[in-house]
């Protein structure tokens, strides 16, 4: 496929989270703006009160002049403390600003999954983007969560390191070199750290995608029979545990670089603050400066120094935040190779389409040889074709391609001549009911999985139909509620549980009712009884009556059904005929074949010699 190289820069990563947030919640992004403005001035009115107590005492304000001063800014204290508060829970990380805040991102994931193009979901470069999506947006503790609290936290950063180195260089600008090379050192060492993040984050991916499929076996009932039959829970868990200590220690060693570069930034604080102290001593010793000044310094030093390390915090969860947004929209920006703009007219519905490959070939994301290749193939309007062949030689890729689920590696498909490319992708769907060899039951009535519809927009007596053709409307109409009856037990305790082949016929009776031109049949038996197997076989020309139609099946003997059939062998066509013309040739098919009946008549002359005893 075509690789997605996009980056996304800073500025357009802040952009685009500040754009979301303003169409999910835009009086969170205003109590934000004011949540920065009562960040920066609140400290600063704390810290201005002992200046101006001492300024009024030491040079003996009138009552009436201290009150109006120091119970001004008392007054201006107190609001700017309560707009802190008010706009606190804001700007605080996993809370209500951010891009989970709505919930909806992880929706954005999951929309795209299941909207993409098929075939980007079995390639796995696809799948470590979606990964890397998931796990930049796994917590409302995660970076990506945050980057408007973390911008906003810079800005106040910011704002308040300039107001502060304001008032320090006002009084003596000897005092602020300390302070700002103690700010360059800890950026320095924060830089570094963050540089190791970045370098080993896709390792740290790998290992959390791992840990995490492991964790989803465990957790997931279909592979439950075999973790026990085959006393796969120890190597389980060990495995679990193997990775989960692997990823302690690659997260433990970007800990110990972040706590490196903590360690060292505290030791400058000690060093620049016992600078700064001196060198505003000497001030006040010297008289130029004012005890109310002094008071003043001595609290604003501390707290630039605050706003400095903080700055350089921030602007470094800003970064992080902003790769893993990059992340969560190089994902999202992912194109679709199928057409999803306007298309060519589709033919009529009611008519039975021709389908031709043309020098097809196809070979899957990441493999190193075809699953399919150089096959030249029309089936004809009205057709039933069957595809036969060993496991492997291409029979699914084959029909993914012809559902247009696939596009080819090489080659054209085309529908009544016309590229099947041209097509809008979604309309193109429409032309083909399918039963594919795993199948998914929704959580709705039995009514609904046939009808994929509302109840509202389902037809009870075309269902009713439909469960009499794929065989299963005995077993419906003996339930009590029949086809109103709720499937998946997981979801409703009332629902009941379906047998293999049960879930087949339910799928062929989903696949009638569609009455699409084209019905595509993958294995449609391979769950049933015999019994049930051979009243479907002879239903088939009914079933697929006005309809050109793929029939699927290891089980040569239900192929003498269909008009033509073609043998894959090695991904290519090896054979095509009919059924006694392939038996005629002696060659694959007729071998396959043999082989088979050889089964039933031993089996039969096993029987008869121990009935005989």
Not at 198 to 225: C, F, G, M
């Amino acid at each position: 496929m075509e690789k997605e190289t996009r980056k996304y820069s800073l500025i357009s990563n802040v952009l685009f989270s500040l754009k979301f947030n303003w169409r999910e919640s835009p009086s969170t992004l205003i109590r934000a703006l004011l949540g920065v403005l009562a960040r920066i001035t609140a400290p600063f009115a704390a810290i201005m009160m002992p200046k101006l107590v001492i300024d009024a005492l030491t040079l003996r304000y009138a009552p009436a002049e201290f009150i109006l001063s120091v119970g001004g800014g008392a007054a201006v204290l107190a609001a700017l403390t309560f707009l802190r508060n008010y706009t606190n829970n804001t700007l605080t990380p996993g809370n209500e600003i951010g891009l989970v805040g709505s919930g909806t991102t992880p929706g954005m994931i999951r929309r795209k999954q299941m909207d993409m193009d098929f075939e980007l979901l079995s390639d796995p470069e696809i799948k470590k983007l979606e990964d890397k999506a998931y796990i930049a947006l796994d917590s409302n503790h995660s970076a990506a969560n945050n980057l408007p609290c973390y911008l906003a936290e810079l800005i106040a950063q910011l704002g308040g390191f300039a107001l502060y180195g304001t008032v320090i260089s006002s009084v003596h600008w000897g005092i602020l070199p300390p302070l700002a090379l103690s700010a360059g050192i800890s950026w320095l060492m924060q830089f570094r750290a963050q540089k190791y993040e970045e370098k080993h984050r896709e390792e740290i991916s790998e290992t959390q995608r791992k840990y995490w499929h492991i964790v989803d076996l465990l957790n997931d009932p279909a592979p439950a029979k075999d973790i026990r039959l085959y006393s796969m829970l120890g190597w389980l868990k060990d495995n679990r545990l193997t990775l989960f200590k692997k990823f302690r220690r690659q997260t433990g060693e970007i800990a110990s670089r972040g706590m490196q570069a903590r360690l060292v930034s505290a030791a400058t604080v000690l060093l620049r603050d016992g600078a700064a102290y001196a060198v505003l001593t000497y001030l006040l010793i010297k008289g130029r400066v004012t005890l109310g000044d002094f008071t003043l310094m001595f609290a604003a030093i501390g707290a630039f120094a605050g706003w400095a390390e903080g700055m350089i915090v921030q602007a470094s969860n800003l970064k992080r935040a902003s790769v893993q947004i990059g992340d969560f929209r190089v994902y999202l920006a992912v194109p679709d190779r199928m057409n999803r703009g306007p298309g060519a007219p589709l033919p009529a519905a009611d008519k039975p389409p021709e389908i031709t490959l043309e020098n097809v070939s196809y070979t899957y994301p990441g493999a190193e040889h075809p699953a399919l290749e150089n096959i030249n193939l029309t089936i004809r309007a009205g057709e039933r074709l069957a595809v036969v062949g060993v496991n492997g030689a291409g029979k699914s890729t084959l029909v993914k391609l012809l559902c247009g689920l696939y596009r080819p590696t090489v080659g054209i498909v085309r529908l009544n001549g016309v590229n099947i490319a041209e097509f809008n992708r979604d309309e193109y769907y429409t032309l083909f009911s399918a039963v594919f060899q795993e199948i998914n039951l929704m959580t709705t009535t039995i009514s609904g999985n046939v009808s994929q519809s509302t109840p509202e927009e389902t037809d009870p007596k075309r269902v009713e139909q439909c469960l009499k053709l794929s065989g299963f409307w005995d077993k419906v109409s003996s339930l009590p509620r029949g086809a109103d009856t709720e499937l998946v037990k997981e979801v409703e305790p009332t629902a009941i549980e379906l047998s293999g082949g049960e879930k087949q016929k339910l799928a062929l009776a989903r696949a009638i009712y569609k009455d699409a031109p084209v019905i595509v049949l993958d294995e449609p038996t391979a769950a049933l009884d015999p019994i049930a197997e051979s009243e479907t076989y002879q239903r088939y020309a009914e079933l697929t009556a006005g309809k050109t139609s793929v029939y699927i099946s290891h089980r040569l003997a239900s192929t003498r059904f269909c008009d033509r059939i073609i043998m894959l062998s090695e991904q290519k066509i090896a054979e095509t005929g009919t059924h006694d013309e392939l038996l005629a040739l002696g060659g694959k098919y007729a071998e396959m074949f043999n082989i088979q009946a050889s089964y039933y008549r031993n089996t039969k002359s096993e029987d008869d010699a121990n009935e005989n005893r």
